[in-house]
C-alpha cells in the first residue's frame, strides 16, 4: 500500500499564490504523481501530473502557464505551484499515485492506484 498526504491547503484572493504538498510512505513502488481537483457539482478533473525521477510533465489547459509540478525525490514528495489563481480554481485538491501512467488518459483518473483524502483550496474575487 501507498499513503498519500496532502498539505497547503488554504483560501487566497484572486491572483495569489498557494503551495499543495503530498508526501508518499508505504511499501509498493509507484513511478508517477499527480494532482486532480473536484468542485462541488462538477466532475473530477486532472491538473498535473509527473514521472518520479524524471520525465514528462502533464498539465490541464486551465492551468498551463500557472502552475508547476514538482518532485522532491529524498522527500518522496510532489508540489503544485499554483500562481495567479481565479475563482474557478477553487474545488479539493486530491493527490494521486499510480505504476502505470496512460498518457492520453493521464487526466482522468485512469491508472492511478492510490489516493488521498484531499486539501481544499479557495479562491475568492
Known amino acids: 500500500q501507498v499513503q498519500l498526504v496532502e498539505s497547503g491547503g488554504g483560501s487566497v484572493q484572486a491572483g495569489g499564490s498557494l503551495r499543495l504538498s503530498c508526501a508518499a510512505s508505504g511499501d509498493n513502488k509507484i513511478f508517477f504523481m499527480g494532482w486532480f481537483r473536484q468542485a462541488p457539482g462538477k466532475e473530477r478533473e486532472g491538473v498535473a501530473t509527473i514521472y518520479i525521477g524524471g520525465g514528462p510533465t502533464y498539465y490541464a489547459d486551465s492551468v498551463k502557464g500557472r502552475f508547476t509540478i514538482s518532485q522532491d525525490n529524498a522527500k518522496n514528495t510532489v508540489y503544485l505551484q499554483m500562481n495567479s489563481l481565479k475563482p474557478e480554481d477553487s474545488g479539493m485538491y486530491y493527490c494521486?499515485?499510480?505504476?502505470?501512467?496512460?498518457?492520453?488518459?493521464?487526466?482522468?483518473?485512469?491508472?492511478?492506484?492510490?489516493w488521498g483524502q484531499g486539501t481544499q483550496v479557495t479562491v475568492s474575487s
Open positions: 494521486a499515485a499510480g505504476r502505470v501512467l496512460y498518457p492520453s488518459r493521464w487526466s482522468t483518473g485512469y491508472g492511478y492506484d492510490y
